[in-house]
Protein backbone atom coordinates (compact mmCIF):
# COMPACT_ATOMS: atom_id res chain seq x y z
CA UNK A 1 0.00 0.00 0.00
CA UNK A 2 0.95 3.50 -0.84
CA UNK A 3 0.30 6.92 0.14
CA UNK A 4 1.66 9.87 -2.35
CA UNK A 5 4.26 6.96 -3.49
CA UNK A 6 5.03 6.20 0.23
CA UNK A 7 5.30 2.86 1.00
CA UNK A 8 3.03 1.71 3.97
CA UNK A 9 4.77 -1.27 5.54
CA UNK A 10 2.34 -4.32 6.20
CA UNK A 11 3.12 -4.50 10.04
CA UNK A 12 2.16 -2.99 13.09
CA UNK A 13 2.49 -1.00 16.20
CA UNK A 14 2.29 -3.18 19.35
CA UNK A 15 0.37 -0.88 22.26
CA UNK A 16 0.52 -1.18 25.45
CA UNK A 17 -2.21 -0.74 28.43
CA UNK A 18 -1.25 2.15 30.70
CA UNK A 19 -3.32 4.67 32.94
CA UNK A 20 -3.51 8.06 32.02
CA UNK A 21 -4.19 11.51 33.83
CA UNK A 22 -4.93 14.63 32.70
CA UNK A 23 -4.03 17.73 34.66
CA UNK A 24 -5.53 21.41 33.72
CA UNK A 25 -3.06 23.88 34.71
CA UNK A 26 -4.54 27.29 34.84
CA UNK A 27 -2.81 30.90 35.60
CA UNK A 28 -2.57 34.41 35.62
CA UNK A 29 -2.09 34.12 31.79
CA UNK A 30 -1.52 31.92 29.02
CA UNK A 31 2.42 32.01 29.67
CA UNK A 32 2.19 31.45 33.28
CA UNK A 33 0.56 28.50 32.95
CA UNK A 34 2.24 27.42 30.10
CA UNK A 35 4.80 27.90 32.37
CA UNK A 36 4.19 25.76 34.92
CA UNK A 37 2.64 22.86 32.21
CA UNK A 38 5.88 23.07 30.34
CA UNK A 39 7.34 21.53 33.86
CA UNK A 40 5.03 19.52 34.53
CA UNK A 41 5.81 17.81 31.42
CA UNK A 42 9.56 18.10 31.22
CA UNK A 43 11.74 15.02 31.38
CA UNK A 44 8.86 13.23 30.60
CA UNK A 45 9.46 11.41 27.61
CA UNK A 46 9.83 7.60 28.44
CA UNK A 47 8.28 5.24 31.14
CA UNK A 48 11.87 3.63 31.30
CA UNK A 49 13.62 6.25 32.96
CA UNK A 50 11.25 9.02 33.44
CA UNK A 51 8.60 7.55 35.72
CA UNK A 52 6.37 8.78 33.09
CA UNK A 53 5.20 10.05 29.94
CA UNK A 54 3.86 13.13 29.70
CA UNK A 55 2.76 16.34 26.97
CA UNK A 56 0.80 19.57 26.48
CA UNK A 57 -2.64 18.35 24.76
CA UNK A 58 -3.81 22.07 24.31
CA UNK A 59 -4.56 24.94 25.85
CA UNK A 60 -8.22 26.17 27.07
CA UNK A 61 -10.27 28.91 28.28
CA UNK A 62 -12.75 26.69 29.42
CA UNK A 63 -11.63 26.21 32.78
CA UNK A 64 -13.21 25.97 36.12
CA UNK A 65 -11.79 29.44 37.22
CA UNK A 66 -11.84 31.56 33.88
CA UNK A 67 -8.54 31.76 33.41
CA UNK A 68 -6.40 30.83 30.89
CA UNK A 69 -5.56 26.85 31.15
CA UNK A 70 -3.38 23.99 29.78
CA UNK A 71 -4.39 20.53 29.52
CA UNK A 72 -1.33 18.06 30.47
CA UNK A 73 -1.72 14.26 30.00
CA UNK A 74 0.09 11.90 31.83
CA UNK A 75 0.91 8.11 31.40
CA UNK A 76 2.40 5.49 33.51
CA UNK A 77 2.60 1.76 33.34
CA UNK A 78 0.62 1.42 37.14
CA UNK A 79 -1.77 3.32 38.15
CA UNK A 80 0.74 3.73 41.72
CA UNK A 81 3.38 4.55 39.30
CA UNK A 82 0.84 7.55 38.34
CA UNK A 83 -0.02 8.86 41.20
CA UNK A 84 3.15 9.21 42.38
CA UNK A 85 4.46 11.25 39.21
CA UNK A 86 1.24 13.69 39.63
CA UNK A 87 2.19 13.56 42.90
CA UNK A 88 5.96 14.87 42.74
CA UNK A 89 5.11 16.83 39.51
CA UNK A 90 2.29 18.98 40.68
CA UNK A 91 4.03 19.29 44.28
CA UNK A 92 7.16 20.87 42.55
CA UNK A 93 5.51 22.17 39.26
CA UNK A 94 2.49 23.64 39.67
CA UNK A 95 2.68 24.63 43.33
CA UNK A 96 6.05 26.05 42.87
CA UNK A 97 4.71 27.99 39.43
CA UNK A 98 3.65 31.86 40.44
CA UNK A 99 0.02 31.96 39.93
CA UNK A 100 -0.98 28.72 39.32
CA UNK A 101 -4.20 26.17 40.28
CA UNK A 102 -4.48 22.76 39.17
CA UNK A 103 -7.43 20.66 38.54
CA UNK A 104 -8.04 17.12 37.63
CA UNK A 105 -9.91 17.32 33.96
CA UNK A 106 -10.81 13.71 33.69
CA UNK A 107 -13.50 10.95 35.18
CA UNK A 108 -11.48 7.58 35.75
CA UNK A 109 -11.71 4.38 38.09
CA UNK A 110 -8.80 5.13 39.39
CA UNK A 111 -8.08 8.32 41.99
CA UNK A 112 -5.24 9.36 43.76
CA UNK A 113 -4.96 11.92 46.47
CA UNK A 114 -2.85 14.61 45.55
CA UNK A 115 -3.78 18.42 46.89
CA UNK A 116 -5.12 16.37 49.97
CA UNK A 117 -1.38 15.31 50.29
CA UNK A 118 0.37 18.80 49.07
CA UNK A 119 -1.71 20.27 51.46
CA UNK A 120 0.24 19.85 54.45
CA UNK A 121 2.52 21.89 52.94
CA UNK A 122 -0.01 24.98 54.28
CA UNK A 123 1.66 24.05 57.94
CA UNK A 124 -2.18 23.89 59.43
CA UNK A 125 -2.99 27.17 57.52
CA UNK A 126 -4.45 25.10 54.26
CA UNK A 127 -8.15 25.93 53.90
CA UNK A 128 -10.43 22.93 51.88
CA UNK A 129 -13.74 24.01 50.07
CA UNK A 130 -15.97 21.42 48.85
CA UNK A 131 -18.24 22.65 45.13
CA UNK A 132 -21.71 20.77 45.50
CA UNK A 133 -22.09 17.50 44.28
CA UNK A 134 -22.96 17.20 40.42
CA UNK A 135 -23.19 14.00 38.21
CA UNK A 136 -19.40 13.51 37.92
CA UNK A 137 -18.83 14.24 41.05
CA UNK A 138 -21.44 12.89 43.11
CA UNK A 139 -19.46 14.24 46.21
CA UNK A 140 -18.76 17.50 45.35
CA UNK A 141 -14.85 18.39 43.96
CA UNK A 142 -13.06 19.62 46.94
CA UNK A 143 -10.26 21.84 47.13
CA UNK A 144 -7.14 22.37 48.74
CA UNK A 145 -6.23 26.43 49.51
CA UNK A 146 -2.33 26.11 50.17
CA UNK A 147 -0.98 29.87 51.74
CA UNK A 148 2.50 30.70 49.83
CA UNK A 149 4.66 33.46 49.14
CA UNK A 150 2.87 34.54 46.31
CA UNK A 151 -0.63 34.80 47.11
CA UNK A 152 -2.47 31.18 47.55
CA UNK A 153 -1.77 27.37 45.48
CA UNK A 154 -5.22 25.87 44.93
CA UNK A 155 -5.37 22.69 43.80
CA UNK A 156 -7.73 19.84 43.52
CA UNK A 157 -7.98 17.15 46.26
CA UNK A 158 -8.19 13.99 43.97
CA UNK A 159 -7.30 13.26 40.89
CA UNK A 160 -8.47 10.59 38.49
CA UNK A 161 -6.96 8.56 35.92
CA UNK A 162 -8.23 5.67 33.31
CA UNK A 163 -7.14 2.96 31.16
CA UNK A 164 -5.05 4.53 28.62
CA UNK A 165 -3.24 3.28 25.44
CA UNK A 166 0.82 3.93 25.13
CA UNK A 167 3.24 2.60 22.88
CA UNK A 168 1.31 3.47 19.42
CA UNK A 169 4.70 4.44 17.16
CA UNK A 170 5.48 4.66 13.82
CA UNK A 171 8.91 5.25 11.72
CA UNK A 172 9.04 7.79 9.06
CA UNK A 173 12.06 6.62 6.77
CA UNK A 174 13.36 8.39 3.74
CA UNK A 175 16.66 9.81 1.99
CA UNK A 176 18.14 11.78 4.70
CA UNK A 177 17.74 13.50 7.89
CA UNK A 178 15.99 17.20 6.18
CA UNK A 179 12.77 15.09 4.67
CA UNK A 180 12.51 13.01 7.44
CA UNK A 181 12.63 15.63 10.10
CA UNK A 182 10.15 17.93 7.52
CA UNK A 183 7.89 14.69 7.87
CA UNK A 184 7.86 14.16 11.29
CA UNK A 185 6.96 17.45 11.93
CA UNK A 186 3.99 17.76 9.74
CA UNK A 187 3.07 14.91 11.71
CA UNK A 188 3.29 16.25 14.74
CA UNK A 189 1.23 19.04 13.90
CA UNK A 190 -1.51 16.17 13.04
CA UNK A 191 -1.46 14.49 16.21
CA UNK A 192 -1.26 17.68 18.28
CA UNK A 193 -5.01 18.36 16.52
CA UNK A 194 -6.43 14.83 18.09
CA UNK A 195 -7.71 15.16 21.55
CA UNK A 196 -6.79 12.81 24.19
CA UNK A 197 -3.31 11.98 22.70
CA UNK A 198 0.22 13.29 23.36
CA UNK A 199 3.50 12.59 21.21
CA UNK A 200 5.71 13.07 24.18
CA UNK A 201 9.74 12.77 23.24
CA UNK A 202 11.21 16.22 22.00
CA UNK A 203 8.40 17.84 19.52
CA UNK A 204 7.20 14.89 19.36
CA UNK A 205 9.98 13.18 17.68
CA UNK A 206 11.94 10.13 18.46
CA UNK A 207 15.53 9.66 17.32
CA UNK A 208 16.94 6.88 19.32
CA UNK A 209 14.33 4.15 18.57
CA UNK A 210 15.50 0.99 20.76
CA UNK A 211 14.74 -2.70 20.51
CA UNK A 212 14.43 -5.22 23.58
CA UNK A 213 18.08 -6.24 24.76
CA UNK A 214 21.75 -5.67 24.31
CA UNK A 215 24.87 -7.20 24.15
CA UNK A 216 25.81 -5.84 27.61
CA UNK A 217 24.16 -7.94 30.11
CA UNK A 218 23.37 -5.05 32.57
CA UNK A 219 21.08 -3.42 29.37
CA UNK A 220 17.56 -4.22 28.75
CA UNK A 221 17.06 -2.18 25.55
CA UNK A 222 19.54 -0.81 23.20
CA UNK A 223 19.60 1.16 19.99
CA UNK A 224 17.84 0.00 16.71
CA UNK A 225 20.30 -1.19 15.14
CA UNK A 226 18.02 -2.65 12.39
CA UNK A 227 16.99 1.39 11.58
CA UNK A 228 20.32 2.70 12.43
CA UNK A 229 21.54 4.21 8.92
CA UNK A 230 25.50 4.23 9.79
CA UNK A 231 25.97 0.81 10.92
CA UNK A 232 23.79 -0.57 7.73
CA UNK A 233 26.33 -2.24 6.35
CA UNK A 234 27.33 -4.13 9.95
CA UNK A 235 24.11 -5.41 10.80
CA UNK A 236 21.24 -7.03 9.38
CA UNK A 237 19.45 -3.66 8.23
CA UNK A 238 16.10 -2.87 7.28
CA UNK A 239 16.72 0.40 5.20
CA UNK A 240 17.51 -0.02 1.96
CA UNK A 241 20.71 1.60 0.48
CA UNK A 242 19.03 5.25 -0.87
CA UNK A 243 17.42 5.14 2.92
CA UNK A 244 19.65 7.45 5.02
CA UNK A 245 17.61 8.59 7.88
CA UNK A 246 14.75 7.69 10.55
CA UNK A 247 12.76 9.02 12.94
CA UNK A 248 10.02 8.04 14.91
CA UNK A 249 6.76 9.46 16.30
CA UNK A 250 5.70 7.62 19.82
CA UNK A 251 1.95 8.32 20.76
CA UNK A 252 0.09 7.73 24.11
CA UNK A 253 -3.54 8.26 23.89
CA UNK A 254 -6.71 7.92 26.52
CA UNK A 255 -8.13 5.60 24.04
CA UNK A 256 -7.03 2.81 21.47
CA UNK A 257 -9.86 5.23 18.89
CA UNK A 258 -7.72 8.54 19.73
CA UNK A 259 -4.84 6.34 19.11
CA UNK A 260 -5.75 5.24 15.75
CA UNK A 261 -6.89 8.62 14.74
CA UNK A 262 -3.76 10.25 16.09
CA UNK A 263 -1.76 7.37 13.67
CA UNK A 264 -4.10 7.78 10.79
CA UNK A 265 -3.58 12.05 10.62
CA UNK A 266 0.50 11.70 11.55
CA UNK A 267 1.36 9.25 8.65
CA UNK A 268 -0.98 10.72 6.51
CA UNK A 269 0.55 14.12 7.07
CA UNK A 270 4.61 12.36 7.15
CA UNK A 271 3.88 11.30 3.74
CA UNK A 272 3.09 14.28 2.17
CA UNK A 273 7.10 15.43 2.10
CA UNK A 274 9.45 14.33 -0.92
CA UNK A 275 11.94 12.01 0.35
CA UNK A 276 9.91 9.98 2.62
CA UNK A 277 10.10 6.63 1.34
CA UNK A 278 8.48 4.23 3.93
CA UNK A 279 6.58 4.14 7.30
CA UNK A 280 6.70 1.17 9.19
CA UNK A 281 6.45 0.39 13.03
CA UNK A 282 8.26 -0.71 15.82
CA UNK A 283 6.99 -3.80 17.80
CA UNK A 284 7.54 -6.82 19.80
CA UNK A 285 5.91 -9.65 17.22
CA UNK A 286 2.72 -8.73 19.03
CA UNK A 287 3.64 -10.93 22.29
CA UNK A 288 3.90 -8.05 24.88
CA UNK A 289 1.27 -5.62 23.72
CA UNK A 290 -2.28 -5.42 24.24
CA UNK A 291 -3.29 -3.55 21.04
CA UNK A 292 -1.83 -4.62 17.62
CA UNK A 293 -2.12 -1.50 15.30
CA UNK A 294 -2.02 -2.34 12.15
CA UNK A 295 -0.81 0.63 9.80
CA UNK A 296 -2.89 -0.37 6.95
CA UNK A 297 -5.99 -0.54 9.42
CA UNK A 298 -5.67 2.37 10.93
CA UNK A 299 -4.79 4.67 7.47
CA UNK B 1 -48.70 15.49 42.59
CA UNK B 2 -50.62 18.84 44.12
CA UNK B 3 -51.43 20.06 47.26
CA UNK B 4 -54.12 22.64 47.70
CA UNK B 5 -55.00 23.58 51.40
CA UNK B 6 -58.12 23.46 52.95
CA UNK B 7 -57.52 25.19 56.48
CA UNK B 8 -57.15 28.59 57.68
CA UNK B 9 -55.62 28.79 60.86
CA UNK B 10 -53.20 29.97 62.74
CA UNK B 11 -52.81 26.41 64.77
CA UNK B 12 -48.85 25.13 63.60
CA UNK B 13 -49.15 22.03 61.33
CA UNK B 14 -46.27 19.95 61.45
CA UNK B 15 -46.17 18.11 58.38
CA UNK B 16 -43.21 15.85 57.94
CA UNK B 17 -44.80 13.65 55.46
CA UNK B 18 -44.43 15.89 52.47
CA UNK B 19 -41.45 15.05 51.06
CA UNK B 20 -40.78 13.09 47.56
CA UNK B 21 -39.18 10.30 48.73
CA UNK B 22 -43.07 9.50 51.26
CA UNK B 23 -44.85 10.23 47.87
CA UNK B 24 -43.05 7.66 45.77
CA UNK B 25 -44.94 5.36 44.03
CA UNK B 26 -47.99 6.06 46.20
CA UNK B 27 -51.65 6.76 44.71
CA UNK B 28 -53.67 9.82 45.72
CA UNK B 29 -55.73 7.66 48.40
CA UNK B 30 -52.56 6.64 50.35
CA UNK B 31 -51.18 10.27 50.43
CA UNK B 32 -54.25 11.44 52.02
CA UNK B 33 -53.47 8.83 54.81
CA UNK B 34 -50.08 10.34 55.79
CA UNK B 35 -50.40 11.76 58.95
CA UNK B 36 -49.96 15.38 60.18
CA UNK B 37 -50.29 17.12 63.55
CA UNK B 38 -52.48 19.77 63.57
CA UNK B 39 -51.50 21.71 66.55
CA UNK B 40 -51.33 18.58 69.33
CA UNK B 41 -53.79 16.63 67.34
CA UNK B 42 -53.21 14.12 64.89
CA UNK B 43 -55.09 14.13 61.94
CA UNK B 44 -54.76 12.96 58.04
CA UNK B 45 -53.10 14.93 55.54
CA UNK B 46 -56.22 14.45 53.35
CA UNK B 47 -57.90 16.02 55.94
CA UNK B 48 -55.86 19.58 55.73
CA UNK B 49 -55.23 19.51 51.85
CA UNK B 50 -57.02 18.22 48.63
CA UNK B 51 -55.05 16.14 46.76
CA UNK B 52 -54.92 15.51 43.66
CA UNK B 53 -52.06 13.59 40.88
CA UNK B 54 -51.04 16.44 38.15
CA UNK B 55 -48.15 13.83 37.03
CA UNK B 56 -45.78 15.32 37.91
CA UNK B 57 -42.89 14.07 39.92
CA UNK B 58 -42.74 17.25 42.06
CA UNK B 59 -45.35 18.35 44.88
CA UNK B 60 -46.68 21.51 44.56
CA UNK B 61 -48.19 23.23 47.36
CA UNK B 62 -50.47 26.03 45.48
CA UNK B 63 -50.64 28.49 47.58
CA UNK B 64 -49.12 30.09 50.63
CA UNK B 65 -49.02 27.63 54.37
CA UNK B 66 -47.13 29.94 56.56
CA UNK B 67 -48.16 27.60 59.43
CA UNK B 68 -47.37 24.64 58.11
CA UNK B 69 -43.89 23.03 59.78
CA UNK B 70 -41.09 20.53 58.60
CA UNK B 71 -42.08 20.16 54.47
CA UNK B 72 -39.54 18.45 53.09
CA UNK B 73 -37.73 17.49 56.14
CA UNK B 74 -34.58 14.95 55.51
CA UNK B 75 -36.03 14.17 52.02
CA UNK B 76 -33.30 12.94 50.29
CA UNK B 77 -34.48 13.52 46.02
CA UNK B 78 -37.15 15.39 44.14
CA UNK B 79 -38.53 18.16 44.02
CA UNK B 80 -41.05 20.54 46.33
CA UNK B 81 -43.04 24.03 45.00
CA UNK B 82 -44.51 26.20 47.46
CA UNK B 83 -46.14 28.64 45.40
CA UNK B 84 -46.56 31.12 48.43
CA UNK B 85 -45.07 31.01 51.76
CA UNK B 86 -44.40 28.67 54.16
CA UNK B 87 -43.56 27.93 58.03
CA UNK B 88 -40.60 26.71 59.90
CA UNK B 89 -38.60 23.79 59.34
CA UNK B 90 -38.66 23.88 55.68
CA UNK B 91 -36.19 21.15 53.93
CA UNK B 92 -34.40 20.86 57.84
CA UNK B 93 -32.00 18.01 57.41
CA UNK B 94 -32.60 17.86 54.11
CA UNK B 95 -30.05 15.51 51.99
CA UNK B 96 -31.11 16.12 48.32
CA UNK B 97 -33.48 17.06 45.57
CA UNK B 98 -34.85 20.56 45.08
CA UNK B 99 -37.10 22.72 47.34
CA UNK B 100 -38.17 26.12 46.13
CA UNK B 101 -39.94 28.66 47.84
CA UNK B 102 -41.97 31.47 45.73
CA UNK B 103 -42.91 33.18 48.57
CA UNK B 104 -41.19 33.60 52.55
CA UNK B 105 -40.40 31.17 54.38
CA UNK B 106 -40.41 31.47 58.24
CA UNK B 107 -36.99 30.31 60.75
CA UNK B 108 -35.06 27.29 60.42
CA UNK B 109 -35.10 27.02 56.58
CA UNK B 110 -32.61 24.23 55.63
CA UNK B 111 -31.18 23.92 58.98
CA UNK B 112 -28.59 21.05 59.45
CA UNK B 113 -29.23 19.77 55.72
CA UNK B 114 -26.94 17.18 54.63
CA UNK B 115 -27.26 18.15 50.79
CA UNK B 116 -29.80 19.45 47.85
CA UNK B 117 -30.93 23.11 47.18
CA UNK B 118 -33.51 25.57 48.51
CA UNK B 119 -34.11 28.47 46.56
CA UNK B 120 -36.25 31.10 48.54
CA UNK B 121 -37.64 34.03 46.17
CA UNK B 122 -39.06 36.01 49.14
CA UNK B 123 -37.04 36.30 52.65
CA UNK B 124 -36.02 33.96 54.79
CA UNK B 125 -36.19 34.20 58.94
CA UNK B 126 -34.00 33.55 61.48
CA UNK B 127 -31.43 30.39 61.79
CA UNK B 128 -31.35 29.75 57.95
CA UNK B 129 -28.77 26.54 57.82
CA UNK B 130 -28.25 26.73 61.30
CA UNK B 131 -27.48 24.10 63.66
CA UNK B 132 -30.78 23.28 66.24
CA UNK B 133 -29.82 24.23 69.93
CA UNK B 134 -27.06 21.22 71.56
CA UNK B 135 -26.01 20.28 67.59
CA UNK B 136 -22.74 20.66 66.55
CA UNK B 137 -23.33 21.57 63.16
CA UNK B 138 -25.39 23.36 61.23
CA UNK B 139 -25.84 23.41 57.25
CA UNK B 140 -23.23 20.24 56.12
CA UNK B 141 -23.37 20.21 52.33
CA UNK B 142 -26.39 21.68 49.57
CA UNK B 143 -27.23 25.30 48.71
CA UNK B 144 -29.66 27.56 49.97
CA UNK B 145 -30.17 30.40 48.30
CA UNK B 146 -32.35 33.98 49.16
CA UNK B 147 -33.43 36.51 47.00
CA UNK B 148 -34.74 38.89 49.81
CA UNK B 149 -32.93 39.22 53.23
CA UNK B 150 -32.67 36.86 55.74
CA UNK B 151 -33.05 37.41 59.88
CA UNK B 152 -30.43 36.44 62.58
CA UNK B 153 -28.08 33.66 62.91
CA UNK B 154 -27.65 33.19 58.94
CA UNK B 155 -25.57 29.81 58.64
CA UNK B 156 -25.05 29.51 62.63
CA UNK B 157 -22.35 26.78 63.11
CA UNK B 158 -22.28 26.05 59.16
CA UNK B 159 -19.98 23.42 58.63
CA UNK B 160 -19.89 22.67 54.86
CA UNK B 161 -22.45 23.90 51.64
CA UNK B 162 -22.90 26.98 50.13
CA UNK B 163 -25.53 30.06 51.29
CA UNK B 164 -26.68 32.65 49.22
CA UNK B 165 -28.61 36.00 50.37
CA UNK B 166 -29.10 38.63 47.78
CA UNK B 167 -30.32 41.03 50.24
CA UNK B 168 -29.30 41.73 53.82
CA UNK B 169 -28.49 39.29 56.71
CA UNK B 170 -29.72 39.83 60.25
CA UNK B 171 -27.58 39.78 63.18
CA UNK B 172 -24.36 37.59 63.99
CA UNK B 173 -24.66 35.72 60.29
CA UNK B 174 -22.36 33.11 60.37
CA UNK B 175 -22.25 33.01 63.83
CA UNK B 176 -19.83 29.72 64.98
CA UNK B 177 -18.81 28.62 61.03
CA UNK B 178 -17.22 25.53 61.35
CA UNK B 179 -16.61 25.57 57.34
CA UNK B 180 -18.53 26.31 54.09
CA UNK B 181 -19.26 29.44 52.70
CA UNK B 182 -21.77 32.56 52.60
CA UNK B 183 -22.25 35.02 50.15
CA UNK B 184 -23.94 37.75 50.88
CA UNK B 185 -24.82 40.99 48.15
CA UNK B 186 -26.74 43.20 50.76
CA UNK B 187 -25.35 44.07 53.93
CA UNK B 188 -24.43 41.86 56.13
CA UNK B 189 -25.56 41.81 59.95
CA UNK B 190 -23.97 42.91 62.94
CA UNK B 191 -21.30 41.19 64.48
CA UNK B 192 -20.72 38.75 61.40
CA UNK B 193 -18.37 35.96 61.67
CA UNK B 194 -18.72 36.02 65.69
CA UNK B 195 -17.11 33.25 66.96
CA UNK B 196 -16.52 31.67 63.68
CA UNK B 197 -13.38 29.04 64.11
CA UNK B 198 -13.46 28.49 60.10
CA UNK B 199 -15.73 29.05 56.66
CA UNK B 200 -15.52 31.50 54.56
CA UNK B 201 -18.17 34.75 54.43
CA UNK B 202 -17.82 37.02 51.06
CA UNK B 203 -19.63 40.25 51.31
CA UNK B 204 -20.43 43.18 48.52
CA UNK B 205 -20.56 46.00 50.85
CA UNK B 206 -18.19 47.02 53.36
CA UNK B 207 -19.39 45.73 56.88
CA UNK B 208 -19.07 46.56 60.25
CA UNK B 209 -16.02 43.93 61.42
CA UNK B 210 -15.70 42.80 64.93
CA UNK B 211 -12.42 43.91 66.48
CA UNK B 212 -11.16 39.76 66.78
CA UNK B 213 -11.15 39.86 62.56
CA UNK B 214 -7.52 41.41 61.36
CA UNK B 215 -6.98 42.33 57.93
CA UNK B 216 -4.50 39.95 56.03
CA UNK B 217 -4.12 40.83 52.39
CA UNK B 218 -6.07 42.47 49.13
CA UNK B 219 -6.06 40.18 46.31
CA UNK B 220 -8.05 38.15 43.64
CA UNK B 221 -8.97 34.68 45.44
CA UNK B 222 -8.66 31.29 42.71
CA UNK B 223 -11.01 29.66 44.58
CA UNK B 224 -13.48 32.60 44.67
CA UNK B 225 -13.45 32.49 40.99
CA UNK B 226 -14.45 28.88 40.72
CA UNK B 227 -17.21 28.91 43.25
CA UNK B 228 -18.90 31.68 41.69
CA UNK B 229 -18.23 30.56 38.04
CA UNK B 230 -19.89 27.44 39.61
CA UNK B 231 -22.53 29.28 40.90
CA UNK B 232 -23.37 31.28 38.01
CA UNK B 233 -24.31 28.22 36.40
CA UNK B 234 -27.18 27.57 38.50
CA UNK B 235 -30.55 28.45 37.57
CA UNK B 236 -31.08 31.21 39.95
CA UNK B 237 -29.81 34.88 38.60
CA UNK B 238 -27.29 34.95 41.37
CA UNK B 239 -26.10 38.82 40.59
CA UNK B 240 -22.33 37.30 39.86
CA UNK B 241 -20.87 40.00 37.95
CA UNK B 242 -17.82 39.89 35.90
CA UNK B 243 -16.45 42.15 38.32
CA UNK B 244 -17.27 40.19 41.20
CA UNK B 245 -14.78 37.70 39.20
CA UNK B 246 -12.13 39.24 38.57
CA UNK B 247 -12.19 42.01 41.10
CA UNK B 248 -9.88 41.92 44.18
CA UNK B 249 -11.04 41.11 47.43
CA UNK B 250 -9.91 42.28 51.21
CA UNK B 251 -9.11 39.23 53.26
CA UNK B 252 -9.75 39.51 57.26
CA UNK B 253 -9.41 36.38 59.54
CA UNK B 254 -11.10 35.67 62.48
CA UNK B 255 -12.71 35.14 65.17
CA UNK B 256 -9.78 35.89 67.16
CA UNK B 257 -11.62 34.59 69.94
CA UNK B 258 -11.81 30.97 68.53
CA UNK B 259 -9.13 29.29 66.68
CA UNK B 260 -9.52 32.40 64.05
CA UNK B 261 -9.13 30.58 61.00
CA UNK B 262 -12.66 31.78 59.56
CA UNK B 263 -12.52 34.21 57.09
CA UNK B 264 -14.00 37.34 55.95
CA UNK B 265 -13.81 38.82 52.23
CA UNK B 266 -14.96 42.56 51.30
CA UNK B 267 -15.31 43.48 47.89
CA UNK B 268 -12.60 45.80 47.14
CA UNK B 269 -13.88 45.95 43.57
Redesign the interface.
Known sequence: MHINDVEIVDTFAEGFKMYGARVLITGINEEWAMNSAVTVAGFGTSVIMCGCEAGIEDTTTDTPDGRPGVNVLLFANSAKDLGDQLMRRIGQCVMTSPTSACFNNLLGEKEFVVGGQLRYFGDSFQISKRLNPTPEYPKGRRFWRIPVMGGEFFCEEKFQAKKAVGGGNFLIIGTGIEPVLQASEEAVKAIRQVRNVIAPFPGGVVRSGSKVGSKYKFLTASTNTAYCPVIKSQVKSDLTEEENSVLEIVIDALDIESMNTAMHDGIHAACTVDGVTRISAGNYGGSLGKYLINLKEVI | MRLNPTFDTTIPVVAECITPDNFSGKSVEDIKKMIVYYGNKEKLLGDLFEVSDDGSDTITIVTSVPTVKYIGKGMTTGAIVIEGDCGMHVGAQMKGGFITVKGTVSDWCGAEMR?G?IFIEGNAGNCLGGAYRGSKSGMN???IVVKGNTGIETGGLMK???IVVEGNTGASPGIGMR?G?IFCYGSLGERPGCLME?G?IVTYNSPQLLPTFTYN?T?N???L???L??LQKKPYNIPIKKEH??GLYKRYNGDLSEIG?G?IFVFKG
Open positions: GEKGLKGIGTRSVYPTWRVFLDIEKE
